[in-house]
């Protein structure tokens, strides 16, 4: 077990070397953090847990040979830099939290531990989870596996990177507005985006509450299905944490449909101007091969989609504002020094410690909740997250997914969208729907350009399918 591509990229299989005693957890961690260190260049961790993650792992071999493990005895877990892990630097990408240690583990760490997941470190992503390409980082821009000149997407770049390049099996990564599908899709990897309230929140770092999840990124439906099924379900200390039953992920991502009792959607309104032509192709076939295979296959209307970054930007922005303004030097993390009056060191601290990008929304959130703006922007943009969450609604009472392509164009190069928020803020246009209408999404990979960059098709589903999803990716 020595080279990269020799550890598999299966739960499955790894269990099945495990349970025979052809490798151990031991042997199974010491070849991830091989991979990671020879892959360094991509700027991935900011904390690797290699000592506690061997000494975990020496734990569960022990716990296999009883046969006393957990459900996750076997997956190795990197983690976004804005999830808790206690006692361990919980940086969100940015300096004003660089020398911040969690005191707390999240509810879904906590989950992951009791079924016996090790996690390897936490991850590099955008500054406070805001990007779209992992360049807003204090730590550094993430680079992608299939071409270090181009970006991973983002947020979650670092972890998307980390599956993709076999420095552990899964990965949890937070979406407010596509950031765990747009990177699996750069990435050629698959990212699940679950329903508001799926999985508790307790323990990730705010960036717009009302939109936030966590959710996973793997190679299979399996794999997905497993972690999902461990970490999903109600949490006392989430107010918005749903007691809906959670699936039995594990048995039945595998189940075939009935194509004639499915029917699927595409909204004409994804395949308009500004999508490339080989992933609108790309996207089409799959939809063709799916009628062929019995689908019902419907073409729908999502009218609002057109208001869908618009209003996506303008409630973010506020929420941010509001989350963020605990970062003041006094409670957390870095502060200014040297500051003769207390408000100097509130700005300072917040001048020196946040990056352009977060001032940037910090700035747009506040004006349009300041008094004189309010009704204008933020009272407008709630009325029209409502009339995008019907569209949804009414699409919905018609078919049972809505497929469409994950983003407009395949990774682009390291700095071409920096100077430029809108084009950046435009690679969302497929994805930050799902976060304003709560519903879940998945993005899985489906092909590549000519340039052999991968791309992703999304599929949608109805709040709480993911079991739905799952078994859909199955089809495909
Ligand atoms: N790219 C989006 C943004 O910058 C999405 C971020 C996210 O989902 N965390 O807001």
Do not use: H
């Amino acid at each position: 077990m020595n080279s990269m591509n020799s550890i598999p990229k299966s739960l499955k299989e790894i269990k099945s070397l495990l349970e025979s005693g052809q490798l151990t957890c031991v042997e199974l961690v010491n070849s991830y953090l091989e991979n990671i260190n020879e892959q360094k260049d991509l700027n991935v961790f900011i904390t690797l847990f290699d000592k506690e993650a061997l000494q975990r792992a020496k734990e569960i071999d022990e716990k296999i040979k009883n046969k006393t493990a957990g459900k996750l005895a076997g997956t190795v877990f990197s983690i976004k830099d804005v999830i808790s892990v206690k006692d361990k630097l919980l940086t969100c990408g940015s300096k004003i939290l660089s020398n911040f240690d969690a005191i707390y583990d999240a509810t879904v760490i906590e989950r992951l531990k009791e079924e016996d997941a090790i996690i390897i470190g936490k991850v590099n992503c955008d500054e406070f989870a805001m990007g779209s390409s992992n360049e807003n980082s204090f730590f550094g821009p993430v680079k992608n596996p299939v071409d270090k000149t181009r970006v991973p997407g983002g947020s979650s770049g670092a972890s998307a990177v980390s599956v993709a390049s076999n420095m552990c099996l899964l990965s949890l990564g937070s979406e407010t507005g596509g950031s765990i599908r747009q990177p699996s899709s750069f990435c050629g990897i698959t990212g699940l985006k679950v329903t508001y309230g799926r999985i508790s929140r307790f323990g990730l770092v705010a960036f717009a509450s009302s939109f936030d999840t966590i959710g996973i990124f793997g190679n299979n439906n399996y794999d997905i299905g497993i972690a999902l099924e461990v970490i999903a379900g109600f949490d006392e200390r989430d107010s918005t944490s749903s007691d809906i039953k959670v699936d039995n992920y594990t048995e039945e991502t595998e189940t075939k449909f009935d194509p004639e009792k499915i029917k699927i959607g595409y909204a004409k309104e994804y395949f308009e101007e500004g999508l490339d032509e080989e992933i609108k192709k790309g996207i089409l076939d799959k939809i063709e091969f799916l009628k062929q295979k019995g689908f019902a296959v419907k073409e729908i209307s999502l009218p609002y989609s057109k208001y869908v970054i618009q209003t996506y930007y303008i409630l973010t922005c506020a929420e941010a504002s509001s989350n963020l303004s605990r970062y003041d030097g006094v409670r957390y993390g870095y502060r200014a020094g040297d500051s003769p009056v207390l408000e100097d060191m509130y700005v300072n601290t917040r001048s020196e410690g946040f990056g352009d990008e977060v001032k940037r929304r910090i700035m747009l959130g506040t004006y349009v909740l300041s008094a004189g703006y309010y009704d204008a922007y933020y009272r407008k943009g709630q009325k029209v997250r409502r009339l995008i969450m019907k569209d949804f609604e009414d699409a919905f009472n018609e078919v049972d997914f809505i497929i469409s392509p994950t983003t407009p164009t395949t990774a682009f190069k390291i700095g071409e969208k920096v100077e430029d928020p809108l084009a950046m803020y435009l690679n969302d246009i497929y994805t930050v729907s799902a976060n304003l209408a709560g519903i879940p999404a998945i993005s899985i990979p489906v092909g590549f350009d000519k340039n052999n960059l991968p791309y992703g098709l999304q599929i949608m589903g109805k709040k709480f399918d993911e079991l739905g999803l799952l078994r859909m990716w199955n089809e495909i």
